[in-house]
């Protein structure tokens, strides 16, 4: 198929979504999952006539919960996986299982389960279980060893393992192929459980109508089997060290910009390669989402270099990359790519060139629009029809709580814009969810906490910072039929 016709793989129908990572679904744990809750709120997203239900990345996360900094650019959080589902096939019986904290003892719930599974599987599941295997095998094999390594070695970053396995000697890799052959098993059963699991969801969504929303940091995590495996594709040596980390420049998030400190890509090995690294990552994808977002898009034009030594960002260099290569290669190589360009922060005129070539969809945030300047891109009377419009997103306040805090905002602009003089935190935080319906973009999306009207102790992430993020949760008892009825009202008016 040409590519000028895959461009237009992406449903541009007019329509709205709701964004919500599934650990913030409700449950009686101290996270979501995408058990019984997560259909509970793909039917309340079809009661109530939303389209799309967007998500931050599904992967296995470190300590910090971080999903933009994972294990694995493939793998499903096990911590995601539904206990339910295994109780109601019989694999698991919590009964027999000390609680402690959450996460421990869903781990040993799903140890349990594997252990049942692979001592009284019947031909289907071993079925199953082998097909998945081998059409996995490309990322599964060396993931199922990386977290057995992991275990192994309590925990500890591959860069500090033994030399013989942080080089992957052959010999020492065939040994712990042996040695480790429990435990690869059972991260392989985690993996065939998690993927199972969502295709069934994904199956329910489209019988109600809700295509799935996911999220592709452009970045992978230095500790994470993709860099273990595949080191060639990224900026470092033998031993994991790395001269620049990636990064982005001050912005409005942080005066001294944002040190992510993950590894660069080797453009040129990666080019060298035909890009296979990145077709196996957007395959998986694939499975898993109807769309997905590529965040920090801007990153396939430039990267921000940061000096591995410094303390902040402020010091980087943009340094341009093959993106567009890259891109033309995915169209090549899919049938259907339906991408949308995180296009937030520092955007040039080549990332937007870039973006346009590829008829990619940008982003625009009515948080970020009402400084005063009426020509503010953010600004509904500034949209296009191919963008996709937030009120806020996972990185913003609530907006309840933006509109709380005049600093925010031109109040006297604001005001005029949405023609109320209104002094209420609600109502205002009401307008901006009645400009998204009401925007030319094509998809409308609103965090789960704006239709709750949730002031800013529900904000999801604050960037550059660590601590209490990625833990909020709702639940049913919040929900505001009032604000549902009338944004469900608005998706009526403006034909969404």
């Known amino acids: 198929m040409p590519i000028k016709t895959q461009l237009n793989a992406l449903n541009r129908t007019r329509r709205a979504g709701v964004l919500l990572h599934p650990t913030s679904l409700p449950g009686p744990m101290s996270s979501g999952d995408i058990g019984h809750q997560a259909y509970r709120f793909i039917e309340f997203l079809h009661k109530y006539g939303f389209k799309v239900w967007q998500m931050l990345p599904l992967g296995p996360t470190h300590s910090d919960k971080s999903p933009y900094q994972c294990l694995s650019a493939h793998a499903g959080n096990p911590l995601l996986i539904s206990l339910d589902w295994l109780e109601d096939k019989g694999w698991l019986d919590k009964t027999v299982i000390h609680k402690d904290d959450d996460d421990t003892y869903r781990l040993a719930c799903l140890r349990q389960a594997a252990d049942t599974f ?26 199922s060893l990386f977290m057995s390594f992991k275990q192994k070695y309590d925990g500890l970053p591959w860069y500090e393992w033994p030399d013989e396995i942080r080089h992957r000697d052959a010999e020492a890799i065939e040994d712990a192929k042996i040695s480790l052959e429990e435990q690869i098993k059972y991260m392989r059963f985690e993996q065939f459980v998690f993927f199972t699991q969502w295709h069934e969801i994904r199956e329910y969504a489209k019988k109600h109508q809700v ?142 060139e870039l973006k346009n070539h590829f008829k990619l969809p940008g982003m625009k945030v009515l948080q970020f629009a009402f400084d005063g300047n009426n020509a503010n891109p953010h600004l509904p009377h500034r949209h296009q029809p191919d963008d996709v419009v937030y009120t806020g997103t996972h990185d913003n306040d609530t907006s309840f709580g933006w509109a709380g805090d005049k600093l925010n905002y031109n109040k006297l602009y604001f005001n005029e814009y949405v023609n109320s003089n209104s002094e209420s935190a609600e109502d205002r935080a009401y307008s901006l969810i009645r400009l998204s ?37 709702f639940k049913w008892s919040q929900l505001r039929t009032d604000v549902l009825d009338k944004t469900t009202h608005l998706m009526s008016i403006y034909q969404r």
């Open 118 to 143: 692979y001592t009284s599987i019947n031909d289907f599941w071993k079925g199953s279980i082998a097909k998945f295997s081998q059409q996995n095998a490309s990322w599964l094999d060396d993931y």
């Open 211 to 352: 295509e799935l929303f996911g999220d592709m940091p452009i970045f992978v995590a230095r500790d994470s089997c993709d860099v273990w495996a595949q080191r060639d594709n990224f900026l470092m040596d033998a031993d994991g060290e790395m001269e620049f980390i990636s990064g982005v420049p001050p912005d409005a998030f942080s005066d001294t910009g944002q040190r992510w400190g993950n590894p660069l890509y080797d453009w040129d090995y990666m080019q060298s390669t035909q890009f296979n690294w990145w077709k196996d990552r957007f395959s998986t994808q694939l499975e898993l989402f109807d769309i997905i977002r590529i965040d920090h898009f801007r990153g396939l034009q430039a990267c921000w270099q940061i000096p591995q030594e410094d303390k902040t960002a402020i010091n980087g260099q943009w340094v341009e990359v093959p993106g567009r290569e890259m891109l033309e290669a995915l169209y090549e190589s899919f049938k259907e790519l339906p991408l949308i360009a995180e296009d937030l922060g520092v955007i040039t005129e080549p990332v937007i």
């Open 437 to 473: 319906m009401a925007s030319v973009s094509f998809l409308s999306v609103m965090p789960m906490q704006d239709l709750l009207m949730l002031d800013s102790s529900a904000r999801m992430n604050v960037p550059g910072t660590v601590g209490a993020n990625w833990e909020w949760r």
